[in-house]
């Protein structure tokens, strides 16, 4: 197996196991030789794990690889600390080849220890021992000459030639404690580099777990414990909105919820508030947990208008402490305040609530969350939980390098942030609009009666960070309310609602029942009613605007052949359509609707039994029946869902943003249902 191959099979392993580093978190190398195709003589490189990447899910095309002599050369350039932020664009002039990843800030402490093979991680039990109090006796107790104890330096050139002091003043020692951080180890080979990593994870975890207190998070406080777990949910998912529209002041975010054990027994402990105050510690968690969170400091059972109130207050509160806190220790040249807004908000009794720009940032900024509350509870346990001082957090959170790598990140796509529900999403139309939204950015809820199918679209446009699957019967008000609750609970909230859900019986007014009157009714006029409802409730609470789009037919104002109880119901939508656009513009929601006609391929409807019976009526086959609506058409071309999908998203893209109460046709071109 080639070096940088072997590397990643050990990243790969490591990274695989949350107890061995958080996601992101920490970096592997790699040093070997190769014949340089210019000299044609040996020459030793560093394969490192590049920037931004994950150890669990690296790849050779993750790694950068530089030349050895030269990385070890800038040693004799280093200006001192003061400026070792110029040895990050040093290490590009160390770059051996093409492509790679773009080396990382810990680049130097791979390079300059003298190990062939390092590991620099973050497991919650080695950041437990860099966090507590009396670190440094802590760690020679635990593992007596084996590891040594570094204090808090921040990452960078400095840290690695203290680093490398250490190992070439004891080859001995497998490794080393990081003050406030985490945990570097190396090996002559890349198998011995992984047994010492794994061997102080593990070992750190052994002696936590003899030494430590039981509870040292304090007592339960009355009235703080968790609620049972329906009745959490339900307070969860009234909440969710009420967080994400304060924690989107500044920015739209996306929300995760998060009401596992650990979460829920440290909100109900005495020693929450203190700690909570004190922020983590280790880098990769405040990057993207904020200096500290914000904590509800009422009863699980308080009344939910009292906690509503409440987290405004504190809201606003934090806001103003997160401003200072900046003020306190920004400089000249310091990035500009990137929003006062909690990134971690923590409500007793019901769980944790994170926010990011998506998905993914928003859990695992709360799994990150999660790892400081194991690494608070070991440092307690055994001393008290000494995080690095605030200065130098707010140094590595407005770090001159973390901000340029913001402004590397790729432009956000035009629904981003943006969370959507699509009724009838399990097939056809519905289908074709959740996978646009959803290429577009946003985050999408596939609701439909047929789980299956749900399932099946939620899974083809990928993970849960974009896609979940709600079974939703859009005639019965509580199940509709149970997918509302559903996405705000998957994704924080709810901004952009499609009413898709449908089906069509084709009859002649004598024949047709009152069950089918019925039926077609409750599924497209009142169904759009009670989700509209249910969405425009969560929307209001959010006070961020949003979105919700009828999906009509050309039938609300065509008055067809055999089609009395369609129509009617198309009709009934295409007013609601107005009349919510009049209603909710004040709280900046937008109501739009689309007309489509003759979506024969790809349509749910059509397939089942809608088409046969159309094509009945207009006397043609019906494997003809699309080319036959074309061709009635002005533009005669056949519409797809798709088509329909693009109308959606015209409508909530970003563009038309002074635009309600509009019915976009797309249907070719049918004059008889040109609106007027």
Known sequence: MSVPAELVARSNALGADPRNTNYAGGNTSAKGEVLDPVTAKPTELLWVKGSGGDLGTLTESGLAVLRLDRLRALADVYPGVEREDEMVAAFDYCLHGKGGAAPSIDTAMHGLVGAAHVDHLHPDSGIALATAADGEALTKECFGDRVAWVDWRRPGFQLGLDIAAVHAADPRKIGVILGGHGITAWGATSEECRRNSLEIIRTAEKFLAERGNAEPFGAIVPGFEPLPEA??????????????????????????????????????????????????????????????????????????????????????????????????????????????????????????????????????????????????????????????????????????????????????????????????????????????????????????????????????????????????????????????????????????????AGLSISKPLLETTERDWDLQHDVMAKGSFLVSRAAARAMVTQGIGGDIVYISSKNSVFAGPNNVAYGAAKADQAHQVRLLAAELGGHGIRVNGVNPDGVVRGSGIFAGGWGAQRAAVYGVPEEDLGAFYAQRTILKREVLPEHVAAAVFALTGGDLTHTTGLHVPVDAGVAAAFLR
Request: contains cysteine.
């Open 231 to 500: 009745e959490r949910h339900t307070r969860a998912a009234a909440l969710a909105p009420v967080i994400r529209g304060l924690a989107s002041t500044d920015l739209r975010q996306v929300g995760h919820y998060t009401d596992s054990d650990a979460v829920l027994d440290f909100l109900a402990r005495e020693k929450l508030a203190p700690l909570a105050a004190l922020g983590t510690s280790c880098p990769d968690h405040f990057l993207r947990t904020k200096v500290r969170p914000l904590v509800l400091d009422l009863p699980a059972t308080a009344p939910l208008d009292d906690v509503v109130e409440r987290l405004k207050e504190l809201h606003e509160a934090y806001r103003a402490d997160y401003r200072a806190y900046y003020e306190r220790h920004a400089t000249p040249d310091s990035p500009p305040l990137r929003g006062a807004d909690p990134a971690i908000v923590l409500v007793p009794g019901v769980g944790m609530f994170s926010y990011g720009k998506d998905k993914q940032t928003a859990r695992v900024a709360g799994e990150f969350y999660v790892n400081a509350i194991t690494v608070m509870r070991g440092a307690e346990s055994v001393s008290s939980y000494a995080p690095i001082p605030e200065r130098e957090k707010f140094r590595i959170e407005y770090w001159a390098l973390e901000e340029a790598k913001l402004r590397r990140m790729p432009e956000p796509k035009p629904l981003a942030g943006r969370i959507a529900l699509v009724t009838g999403a399990g097939s056809g139309i519905g289908k074709a609009i959740a996978e646009r939204l959803a290429a577009e950015g946003a985050c999408v809820s596939i609701a439909d009666l047929d789980a299956e199918a749900a399932a099946r679209v939620a899974t083809g446009i990928g993970g849960t960070d974009q896609a979940v699957a709600v079974t939703a019967d859009v005639t019965d008000a509580a199940a509709v309310q149970s997918a509302v609750d559903a996405t705000v609970l998957a994704f924080g909230g709810i901004d952009l609602v499609v009413n898709n």
